[in-house]
């Protein structure tokens, strides 16, 4: 008898390495997003990217910004629009919760990773606060560091 060959549980799409380098990350919450038909296809040939989408609330719904996924190939007249603004799925309690965390100076919402729950597209929200210049040269200092030590040990 032949095993099905299904994908891991959460199969990660793509990670929005970006995210950690520029923000410092708080809180986080999983979102699902409304897709059109060739857009998850796109999404299955590794066409979706993260870096520079970002998500903001808007008459208490919340929507996905800048964020690409890429033309289907087969998908000719019927394709989507690469970067259009997409809606995300959350609990209004939590919407509520992010409205209010965001509204402090400097915090938005940065989406960090996409994944496969079950067959469909989730979404990894954090609050984020900005990191200054001197933050960033800071961590990179000190992983320099680390990878010295590392290897003359």
């Not at 060959?5 to 923000?23: E, F, G, L």
């Not at 986080?28 to 059109?36: F, H, K, S, W």
């Not at 992010?98 to 979404?123: C, D, H, W």
């Not at 000190?142 to 010295?148: C, G, L, P």
């Amino acid at each position: 008898m032949k095993e099905d060959k299904k994908s891991p549980q959460n199969a990660t799409i793509t990670v929005n390495r970006k995210a950690r380098h520029d923000y410092h990350l708080r809180d986080r919450y999983e979102a699902g997003i409304v897709l059109q038909g060739t857009e998850v296809k796109a999404i299955r040939n590794g066409q979706f990217n993260l870096t520079d989408s970002y998500a903001q609330i808007t008459d208490g719904e919340v929507f996905l910004v800048d964020a690409f996924i890429g033309l289907y190939d087969q998908g000719n007249r019927m394709n989507h629009e690469p970067k259009r603004t997409r809606k995300l799925l959350l609990h209004r309690s939590e919407i509520k919760k992010l409205e209010r965390l965001i509204q402090s100076k400097g915090m938005t919402l940065i989406p960090t990773r996409a994944y496969f729950n079950g067959g469909k597209v989730k979404l990894e929200l954090a609050v984020a606060e900005g990191k200054r210049f001197y933050d960033k040269r800071d961590k990179i200092e000190r992983e320099h560091a680390n990878r010295e030590i590392r290897t003359y040990s």
